[in-house]
């Protein structure tokens, strides 16, 4: 049965298509295949929810939560070609040079292609399942020809756009085989999430987090394969360029980033190896054990840390330091103000989570009201630096990152002796968004905050957009919270929760 418009309209849909619609509205004409594409996809990705709606049985979704298919896989390419229209303006006042402006529209597509192959995975596994005679699924053929006329038009425009910033032929290919690679890559991230973290994540919160990770990924890939080409070969006889100007705090937390996505399949693969040579010892006791994996884990953890994400960090960015060696550096240059900033942030921090701590163990407040006190805590801890100290800020903000994932690795995995102890404090401030596997609301607050500053590095001419995620956070969405809990009355969506 197929929805009518006005009933398969509702608040969260109604908010993404004004969202993409603004942007659309802003576009030069040079970039009307972008716009094409993107009008596409938000076609495409709203079909393919209202097809989901109702029958998320295909995987384990966090319970509760619509599927936001639609939400999901529009939002990455949307802020990726509004960073395009800013970075054309600059280019016509020849304010950044070519090479800019093609990176970002590579990223463009390839955040496009990412969400469009699980797009197309999605779609195929709700045909499967209808083939099957699933009761839950019901497509018919204009389903499947509606379907396959989106990816073959999406497909044409990418085709389309990519043929003019390439030179050659092979150079059209190449781009093409890479944004294949994407779409691959997403796929099979996502089947990787939502089947290792079942119940944790709606299917357009797993989508949106794979786009990103293959994206960022995928990037710094490009770079290295770009640098080892320009280091074994002599540069005048390469021509290859990959991306922009890299600053070196951005290097600093891709770097970090790295070395941790390293670290856990390294400590995996060696646990793995420890159990089944000492499976058959069972004099150990459980507490040697314990700390023997709890050695390898820090070990492991260090190596990485000091050795192989550094190694990284200077093929691909020529330091004069060692990078952790850099960073007391930077920290040190401004040594009243960024000690102050820290010494600042420390108390802060230390004052309001031993008081909300208390809080939540003692008071019968709801946990998603004492959980905004946090995001106003992020106003005031965020902000005057933002003001005041924006480069010491990016390389904060990946401090803040790398230390949550260590801390969720530590939690998941109850290596000792802190394992026991971080999730009992951290399952203090979770609520029903989050699962006993993963609890992720921390690193949204961060990654919200951080995302508006790191992307509006470079080129800006719209000095609000730093704010905008600390203040839509930490001001628009506790007041939303708080106000919607007390007196709303309607539903944001059929499934949600939320007022």
């Known amino acids: 049965m197929v929805a009518s418009p006005l009933t398969a309209m509702n608040g969260e849909r109604a908010v993404v298509f004004f969202f993409v619609f603004r942007v659309l509205s802003s576009l030069p004409l040079s970039l009307l295949p972008h716009a094409l594409s993107l009008s596409l996809l938000s076609v495409f990705s709203l079909f393919v929810e209202i097809r989901a709606d109702g029958c998320l049985s295909l995987f384990k979704t966090r319970p509760g939560a619509s599927s936001g298919i639609m ?15 800013q970075l054309s303006r600059a280019f016509s006042l020849q304010q950044i040079e070519i090479g800019e402006l093609e990176h970002m529209t590579m990223q463009f597509w390839a955040a496009s292609a990412c969400c469009c192959g699980v797009l197309i995975f999605l779609s195929i596994l709700m045909w499967r399942a209808s083939y099957n005679k699933n009761p839950h699924f019901s497509c018919s053929v204009w389903d499947a020809k509606f379907s396959l006329s989106c990816v073959i038009l999406f497909s044409v425009v990418c085709c389309i756009s990519l043929a003019t910033i390439s030179h050659t032929g092979f150079n059209t290919a190449l781009k093409l085989l890479w944004l294949l690679c994407h779409g691959f890559a997403a796929v099979k991230l996502i089947q990787h999430l939502l089947n290792t973290f079942p119940c944790c994540a709606s299917i357009g919160e797993a989508l949106l987090l794979t786009s990103g990770l293959v994206l960022y990924f995928g990037d710094m890939l490009a770079c290295t394969i770009s640098k080892v080409c320009r280091l074994l070969v002599s540069p005048e006889l390469v021509s290859i360029r990959y991306g922009i100007k890299r600053s070196e705090i951005g290097i600093i937390i891709q770097g970090v980033l790295l070395g941790l996505l390293i670290f856990s399949a390294v400590f995996k693969f060696v646990i793995h190896l420890w159990e089944y040579f000492w499976r058959a010892d069972n004099s150990e006791s459980r507490q040697n054990k314990e700390i023997r994996r709890s050695l390898i884990f820090f070990a492991s953890l260090g190596f990485n840390m000091i050795v192989v994400a550094p190694s990284w960090m200077m093929i691909v960015l020529d330091f004069d330091v060692h990078p952790i060696l850099w960073i007391f550096q930077f920290v040190l240059s401004e040594p009243l103000k960024r000690l102050s900033l820290c010494i600042y942030w420390l108390g802060l921090i230390y004052a309001s989570v031993l008081r ?20 106003l805590l992020a106003v005031s801890m965020f902000l005057p630096a933002l003001i005041y100290q924006p480069k010491f ?51 949204s607050l961060l990654l919200g905050c951080a995302l508006p500053i790191w992307m509006s590095s470079g080129f800006n001419d719209r000095p609000l957009i730093p ?33």
């Open 71 to 85: 939400l999901g896989a529009v939002t990455l390419p949307t802020m990726m070609l509004s960073k395009l229209i």
């Open 356 to 375: 909300f701590y208390n809080i939540s163990k003692n008071s019968k407040i709801e946990r998603i009201l004492l959980r905004k006190y946090y995001h």
């Open 393 to 443: 800020l990016d390389l904060a903000f990946g401090a803040a990152l790398a230390v949550f994932l260590v801390l969720e690795i530590i939690r998941v995995w109850r290596i000792w002796p802190l394992g026991q102890l971080v999730h009992q404090f951290m399952s203090a401030f979770t609520d029903h968004r989050d699962s006993d596997i993963l609890i992720v609301s921390h690193f």
């Open 467 to 499: 704010f905008a995620g600390i203040l839509s956070l930490g001001i628009g969405d506790t007041m939303a919270s708080m106000v919607g809990h007390k007196y709303g009355v309607l539903r944001w969506s059929k499934t949600g929760k939320n007022h």
